[in-house]
Nanobody, 126 residues
Framework: QVQMVESGGGLVQAGGSLRLSCAASGRTFSSYSMGWFRQAPGKEREFVAVISWSGGVTYYADSVKGRFTISRDNAKNTVYLQMNSLKFEDTAVYYC???????????????????WGQGTQVTVSS
């Protein structure tokens, strides 16, 4: 079983950058596709990005494409989300999640993910 802890959130001005990390425990981390989701107050949890188990395939929500980059280091059991050109509307709690399924472009629903971190707050000031 994989357990995950996010870090790297904080307060940043619009246009700034943050890098989120998600450290996972468990020997099977490299067999999971990993995703990032976010949830703003009063809104549904929404898909942000996903990366395949090998790191070779990524897929992004249109709202973050070109600004965010997902990556992973299986040797360190860690997945990252580099967020650049942050906007006020990126403010949310960000969650990493793991799924045993493959097919990154179809893994955009929260119910497809079996294991979740506790979340890290990202606040972008305008």
């Amino acid at each position: 079983q994989v357990q995950m802890v996010e870090s790297g959130g904080g307060l940043v001005q619009a246009g700034g950058s943050l890098r989120l990390s998600c450290a996972a425990s468990g020997r099977t981390f490299s067999s999971y596709s990993m995703g990032w989701f976010r949830q703003a107050p009063g809104k549904e949890r929404e898909f942000v990005a996903v990366i395949s188990w090998s790191g070779g395939v990524t897929y992004y929500a249109d709202s973050v494409k070109g600004r965010f980059t997902i990556s992973r280091d299986n040797a360190k059991n860690t997945v990252y989300l580099q967020m650049n050109s942050l906007k006020f509307e990126d403010t949310a709690v960000y969650y990493c999640a793991a799924t045993p399924y493959s097919g990154s472009v179809s893994l955009i629903k929260s119910y497809q993910y079996h294991i979740w971190g506790q979340g890290t707050q990202v606040t972008v000031s305008s």
